[in-house]
Every structure is written in C-alpha cells, then in structure tokens.
C-alpha cells in the first residue's frame, strides 16, 4: 500500500496526516518525532477491536512513552458531559501535566470527545488522533473541531483545537461492521457534492464519477480504493481547513446536508439513524430544496439521490411523527446566522454548492413531508 502525508497548513499550527497501511504497530516513530511528554493517555472505545489497543500501546511503549488507557462506551449518545469529565478525572488522578498528550484512538465520538477534553484541560494539552473508523478519518479528526452533544443539540459545546498529527491505517476498515463503513460513506460522498467549490476535483470526470464506477470495489474493501477514498476525502478538508480554520467563510461548505442531519440525529435520540445516514438524508433533502430554488436541476438531483441509495443509505425519513422535534432542533442549530436558516445547497453542476440563508422553516416542513409521503 502506498504511503501518503497530506499538511495541513496553519503557520504555527501546521500538522501532517499519515496514511500507511499498519501504521498503528507504527505509531510510536511517528509520535515520537513530535515535541511532547513521556505521557500519553489513550481513549478509547469498547467496540475497538483490543488488537488496536495493543498495537498501539506496545508500539508507544517500545518508543518510551508512559501508557494509559481508558476505555468509553460506544456511541452518539454517550459524547456528552459525564464522558468529558470521566477523561478530565482520569488525567487528574494520574498527574498527567501540560506537556503530556490525549490520544483518540477509534471513531468519530472518540475524536471530538478526546479533542475536547485536551483543549480544555490545563487550557489545552497535546493531542493526537488515530482514528479508526471510516467517518473518523475522512471527517471528524481532520480540522480541529471538537465537541460534545447537550439536550438541547448536537456539537453546541466544543472549541476549534488541532492535533498534533494524525495516523491513518486504511487496514483498520477492514475489521469493521458493514453499517459502521457506510457512516462514513455518507461524509465521503458529501466531499464528492462540494470538490469543485473546494478547488480540489478528483479528476475532469470527478469524485463523483469514481465513486459511481468504482462502487463494488469500494464495498468490497479493496484495498486501493479504500487508500484512494480517504486520500482525496482528506486532501480536500485539508485543503478546505488550512484555508479557513475557523469557519468563517469556505470551511462552511463542509456542512452540506448537516442542518437537515443534526435535526433528525436529535430528534431521534442518535438511535434511529446513524450520523452518515442521517448526513445521506441531509444531502437528498439538500438537494431537493436546490431544486425547487432553481439552482439544480432535476435530473442531477435525480444522479444524487440515485448514488447515494446505491449505497445502501437512506435518502428520506420513513415517518413524519419526529417532524417538529426535526424542524425545531434545526432552529437550534449553531449554523443559524442572526436568526435565519442557513443551508449548503448543490448549485448548477455536481460538485459545486452555495450558501443559502434565509428560507423559512415552514417550507423546510413541507419538503421533508412531501418526501416522506
């Protein structure tokens, strides 16, 4: 497998991202390069496979560093304070000091959470991020956004704080659950939606156009494709975040789908739907609502909705019983600007968005009633 570095260039917080076939029985000579402390806290997740745990562990430990590691339950629902405070309390009780580091070792939970939890304890703390999970690495460890989820919305308490670096082991997909690979799916197909817009297109036939062909090897977990997938998923946020850390203006771009997503994660207690399915139904809904404001045409909506169900994501709600808890959670939503909606939207071609603020939530509540009836 061949190996990628990919920067992400933020003048002093400039950092790069490692792409190599077992990295993680690899990790420590890359980790060890970095200006940190003999410490290293490793939080993890119970659905990590323990062989993860240990090749990363042992790896670190032959390279000199003081392992810890603590072990969460999985899933959206426990990225909230309680956990934040169990990796707060675990570092206190065991004197880790500012010099020491918080490394994510699993999915996208782990990254935000573990971000989280190291931008704020002793004002910030080194972090590193090895993300095991399809989503995690093509989406939720690259770009500094950390997070965790309260009652009243998802991602509202969080910090922009960047890694030190990151490891990506494309082998690591091949151990997970089928449901789990198509989360992250749902965000790679996202970057096909905005390439262009992103300045970094796939190729003169697009992302899109690969992902479209190249379906069955995808699925399969062949290994080039998984290397070629992540790669361009990661350049272009990489490109995206050395070019706007903080969302100010392009970064936006990345939200596509995710005000009509983090809704629907909400209202159905991120049980019903997965954050990639619920991203897939975002990016459908998305795009409709393109259509009916003239800025995409139906048949390119038709293409979109088509690969997307290809697959084997969800392109609409099944139900309208979550409708007002969907709308009124979207109202919460920290995309909001002086108090308007504000969505990504597909424009004019496959591969190009634009942002639009101000449509009313009475017609975001007819469209997604019209697409479930």
Same mark, same amino acid.
């Not at 061949?2 to 990295?23: A, C, E, M, P, R």
């Not at 410490?39 to 810890?68: A, C, E, M, R």
């Not at 690969?307 to 109202?331: A, R």
């Given at each position: 497998?061949?190996?990628?570095?990919?920067?992400?260039?933020?003048?002093?917080?400039?950092?790069?991202?490692?792409?190599?076939?077992?990295?993680?029985?690899?990790? $420590?000579?890359?980790?060890?390069?970095?200006?940190?402390?003999?410490?290293?806290?490793?939080?993890?997740?119970?659905?990590?496979?323990?062989? =993860?745990?240990?090749?990363?562990?042992?790896?670190?430990?032959?390279?000199?560093?003081?392992? =810890?590691?603590?072990?969460?339950?999985? $899933?959206?629902?426990?990225?909230?304070?309680?956990?934040?405070?169990?990796?707060?309390?675990?570092?206190?009780?065991?004197?880790?000091?500012?010099?020491?580091?918080?490394?994510?070792?699993?999915?996208?939970?782990?990254?935000?959470?573990?971000?989280?939890?190291?931008?704020?304890?002793?004002?910030?703390?080194?972090?590193?991020?090895?993300?095991?999970?399809? *989503?995690?690495?093509?989406?939720?460890?690259?770009?500094?956004?950390?997070?965790?989820?309260?009652?009243?919305?998802?991602?509202?308490? $969080?910090?922009?704080?960047?890694?030190?670096?990151?490891?990506?082991?494309?082998?690591?997909?091949?151990?997970?659950?089928?449901?789990? =690979?198509?989360?992250?799916?749902?965000?790679?197909?996202?970057?096909?939606?905005?390439?262009?817009?992103? @300045?970094?297109?796939?190729?003169?036939?697009?992302?899109?156009?690969?992902?479209?062909?190249?379906?069955?090897?995808?699925?399969?977990?062949?290994?080039?494709?998984?290397?070629?997938?992540?790669?361009?998923?990661?350049?272009?946020?990489?490109?995206?975040?050395?070019?706007?850390? @903080?969302?100010?203006?392009? @970064?936006?771009?990345?939200?596509?789908?995710?005000?009509?997503?983090?809704?629907?994660?909400?209202?159905?207690?991120?049980?019903?739907?997965?954050?990639?399915?619920?991203?897939?139904?975002?990016?459908?809904?998305?795009?409709?609502?393109?259509?009916?404001?003239?800025?995409?045409?139906?048949?390119?909506?038709?293409?979109?909705?088509?690969?997307?169900?290809?697959?084997?994501?969800?392109?609409?709600?099944?139900? *309208?019983?979550?409708?007002?808890?969907?709308?009124?959670?979207?109202?919460?939503?920290?995309?909001?600007?002086?108090?308007?909606? @504000?969505?990504?939207?597909?424009?004019?071609?496959?591969?190009?968005?634009?942002?639009?603020?101000?449509?009313?939530?009475?017609?975001?509540?007819?469209?997604?009633?019209?697409?479930?009836?």
């Amino acid at each position: 497998m061949d190996n990628k570095k990919i920067t992400v260039s933020l003048k002093d917080k400039s950092y790069d991202i490692f792409i190599k076939g077992n990295i993680l029985s690899q990790c $420590g000579k890359y980790i060890k390069q970095l200006s940190i402390g003999k410490k290293i806290l490793i939080v993890t997740q119970d659905k990590v496979p323990k062989k =993860f745990i240990n090749q990363t562990t042992k790896d670190l430990s032959k390279h000199g560093f003081n392992i =810890f590691v603590l072990v969460l339950s999985s $899933g959206e629902q426990n990225k909230n304070l309680t956990s934040l405070l169990t990796i707060i309390s675990f570092a206190i009780k065991n004197k880790f000091e500012r010099s020491d580091s918080f490394c994510a070792l699993g999915g996208g939970v782990i990254s935000d959470l573990t971000g989280f939890a190291a931008s704020i304890y002793y004002r910030g703390i080194n972090f590193i991020c090895i993300p095991t999970t399809l *989503l995690g690495m093509v989406d939720a460890a690259v770009g500094g956004k950390t997070a965790i989820n309260i009652p009243d919305g998802k991602n509202l308490l $969080g910090t922009f704080y960047q890694p030190k670096t990151i490891l990506i082991d494309p082998n690591c997909l091949k151990t997970l659950p089928k449901k789990e =690979f198509l989360v992250g799916m749902g965000e790679v197909l996202k970057y096909a939606l905005l390439e262009k817009t992103a @300045r970094n297109p796939y190729s003169k036939s697009g992302f899109f156009y690969f992902l479209k062909t190249n379906k069955n090897n995808i699925l399969k977990l062949k290994t080039k494709s998984l290397l070629q997938i992540i790669t361009h998923s990661v350049s272009i946020k990489a490109y995206i975040v050395s070019k706007d850390e @903080r969302e100010s203006g392009l @970064r936006a771009i990345l939200n596509l789908g995710h005000t009509f997503a983090h809704g629907i994660e909400q209202a159905y207690n991120y049980k019903k739907y997965t954050h990639g399915e619920a991203v897939s139904i975002g990016m459908c809904l998305a795009s409709k609502l393109a259509q009916n404001h003239k800025l995409l045409s139906e048949s390119l909506v038709t293409s979109i909705i088509n690969l997307i169900s290809s697959y084997s994501l969800p392109t609409k709600i099944t139900e *309208l019983s979550k409708l007002n808890k969907i709308t009124q959670s979207m109202l919460h939503d920290k995309k909001i600007k002086d108090g308007k909606l @504000r969505f990504i939207l597909p424009h004019k071609e496959i591969g190009k968005v634009k942002i639009i603020s101000g449509i009313p939530i009475d017609e975001v509540k007819s469209l997604i009633k019209k697409e479930v009836t």
